[in-house]
């Protein structure tokens, strides 16, 4: 790994004091309420020095996106390593999911605003290109879990199924759930009132579809949820 420069180490240090200043402006804000000129006057730096970083503010908003997928990555890279049968790696997988949307709730707002067409208009296709790497990655380690249940003959894919089909269906099932968790305050009027618990239980219920063994009712699944938790993600 090559080291950085004094002057590298400078511009990464100034891009991430730019970023950490813009984070929670965007959040508190929104995408019309937050500029150039705030983030200009919040980090102390000319106009000019935070154009040499971004070339607009929707680049900035990118390049938060791609911090926050990043991390997403990293959780299911550590649910993905956890040592235990496909199916109890795929509730690890589920585990850091919700984590991923309890710390990183910005996320969903970041996804929001950089799927406009107006933010792609201005925005590199090199920044657009490290969250698409990052979702590449995730399918990547999440079809892998669902390679070794077909290996070890947990579960048989239908016909013309592939195991990213089965992840896009689990993906759909978790991110639309999460995103509608942050975002409804009216979900215990309607009679949602364990959110969490209940996207929990379709994703179960998805996989129990496919025949993926062990089937949830043969199983405890609050047990092996606490031993994810203790085991996979106890230290941060």
């Not at 100034?14 to 006057?41: C, N, Q, T, W």
């Not at 296709?125 to 790497?133: D, G, M």
Request: aromatic share 8%; hydrophobic share 45%; with cysteine.
């Amino acid at each position: 790994m090559d080291l950085l420069s004094p002057k590298q180490i400078e511009i990464r240090e100034r891009e991430e004091k730019i970023l950490l200043a813009a984070r929670p402006m965007i959040v508190r804000e929104g995408y019309h309420g937050f500029s150039m000129d705030r983030i200009a006057e919040a980090v102390k730096y000319s106009k000019g020095t935070i154009y040499n970083h971004f070339s607009c503010k929707e680049e900035i908003i990118l390049a938060l996106a791609a911090q926050t997928s990043a991390k997403r990555v990293e959780l299911f890279q550590r649910a993905a390593d956890y040592r235990a049968i496909a199916r109890y790696r795929m509730v690890a997988i589920g585990q850091a999911a919700q984590i991923f949307a309890s710390e990183y709730t910005d996320h969903f707002l970041f996804e929001e605003i950089i799927m406009l067409p107006s933010v792609r208009e201005k925005t590199s296709e090199k920044r657009h290109a490290v969250i698409q790497s990052c979702e590449i990655q995730c399918m990547s380690i999440v079809a892998g879990i669902v390679r070794d249940a077909v290996a070890s003959s947990d579960l048989v894919l239908p016909d013309n199924m592939s195991p990213e089909e089965i992840v896009f269906g689990l993906w759909a099932l978790t991110s639309g759930g999460y995103s509608i968790i942050l975002k409804s305050e009216s979900l215990s009027l309607l009679g949602i009132n364990k959110p969490v618990q209940t996207v929990r239980d379709h994703t179960a219920a998805l996989m129990d579809g496919y025949d993926w063994r062990p089937l949830s009712k043969d199983f405890d699944m609050d047990q092996v949820v606490q031993q994810v938790n203790q085991k996979v993600f106890l230290n941060g």
